[in-house]
């Protein structure tokens, strides 16, 4: 009897490993987020939110001087779209509610924990939350102070 190969687990990326990755202005935090992409791109693990997408445009073409143009935006954007983005609708919504009621988070990074568990991923690569901290099956993990699975 053969046995099945264990399913890779899934990462949720939180917006700031994504603007990470695009700003110059921090060059060992630039180089951990390409590389945390990379890797996930390499095992098609990575996961995002329409949240997540939509926070990265306005971030990286109207927040960020410099920034970066807004096709190079979208271009990114169109990539990141193979990933199956979460849309934020009545199941996020509603998982974010319990999330903020039980850990006592911000409603913004409820929403991100619950689009995480609805794709089913295992981990949340932010810096915005305790490295390590468990959310009813989502662990937060620090891109910055962590490294991708080899």
């Known amino acids: ?12 990326v939180d917006t ?5 990755a695009r700003d110059a202005r921090d060059p060992v935090k630039q180089e951990a987020a390409e590389h945390w992409l990379r890797t996930l791109w390499a095992a098609r693990s990575g996961r995002v939110s329409s949240q997540v997408l939509s926070e990265y445009y306005v971030v990286v ?8 143009d807004r096709e190079e935006a979208r271009a990114d954007i169109r990539s990141l779209m193979s990933w199956n983005p979460i849309p934020v609708g009545r ?17 913004w990074d409820s929403l991100i924990v619950s689009a995480a568990q609805v ?6 690569l ?4 305790e490295h390590g901290r468990l959310f009813d099956g989502v662990r937060a993990t620090n891109p910055f102070s962590t490294a991708p699975p080899s």
């Open 1 to 12: 009897m053969r046995m099945a190969r264990p399913k890779e687990p899934l990462y949720f």
């Open 16 to 20: 700031n490993v994504l603007v990470y």
């Open 61 to 68: 073409t109207e927040k960020h001087r410099p920034g970066i």
């Open 91 to 107: 199941v996020v919504i509603q998982g974010a509610w319990t999330i903020q009621d039980r850990h006592g988070l911000s409603w």
């Open 119 to 124: 794709a089913g991923c295992t981990f949340l």
């Open 126 to 129: 932010t810096e915005d939350l």
